[in-house]
C-alpha cells in the first residue's frame, strides 16, 4: 500500500470514529453530516468522498462498535477460565455496556434498525457490514470448542447454535428492555435490570452440565 493510500485510509477511519463519537452522544438523528465534516477538520466535499450518504458512515461507525465488542470479548475468551464461566461474563458484558444512565448505545441501536437495510445498496459497504458480523462470530464460536474440551457445559447440546442464539437474542433484549416504557404499576416488575438477571440465570441453567 502506497504512502497515499496509508493516508487515505487513515483519514477514513478517523472520520468514522469522530462520526461513531458523535452519533452516540447526540443521537443519530441530530448530528448532520457537515458536523461530522467540521469535527473532522476536512471539507464536507471529502467528507462526501468518504461516504456519500449518511447511512453509509452510520454503518461504518456500527461496524467499528461491532469490532471494539469482538476486541473485549476476545480478552474474556482469552482468559484461563472455563468456557461456563466465559459465557457468564460474555452476559454480564452486554448487560454492563447498557448500564450508562443515558442509554447511548442503546439508542444508537434503536436507531440503526432504520438503515440496517441501506448497507445492502453498496457492495463495499455491506462486505465491510458483513465482514465485522463475521468477525464477531468467530470470537464468540471459539467458547463453543473450548466447552467441547473442558467439560464445563452441558453435553448434547449443539454449542455453536446456543452461543450465537445467547448473543443475538440477549444483546438484542438487553437494548431494547433498556428503552421500553411500562405503566408505573408495573414499571417495578418489568425494571430492565430484573428481567436481563432472569434471562441471564435462564441461559446458564442450560448449559450447566
Known sequence: MSKREQQKQQRRQNIIQIAKDLFLEQGVQTVQMQDVATASGIGIATL??????????????????TDEMATDIGQIIEQSITA?????????????????PQLRLAKYFDSFDL????????PEQYAEYLS????????????????KQDGSLRPGIDL?????????????????????KHDTNLSTLLSADKQLLMMKDVFLRYIQP
Open 132 to 147: 465485522a458480523r463475521s468477525n464477531l462470530a468467530r470470537v464468540l464460536l471459539k467458547i463453543s470448542e473450548q466447552g
Open 115 to 122: 438503515y440496517e437495510k441501506t448497507a445492502e445498496e453498496s
Open 48 to 65: 462526501f468522498r468518504y461516504f456519500p450518504k449518511k447511512e453509509y458512515l452510520m454503518i461504518a461507525a456500527t461496524n467499528a462498535i
Open 160 to 180: 455453536d447454535v446456543f452461543v450465537m442464539t445467547m448473543v443475538q437474542n440477549f444483546s438484542i433484549f438487553t437494548y431494547k428492555s433498556s428503552l421500553t
Open 84 to 100: 461456563y464461566e466465559k459465557i457468564e461474563q460474555i452476559l454480564e458484558y452486554y448487560m454492563g455496556i447498557m448500564k450508562d
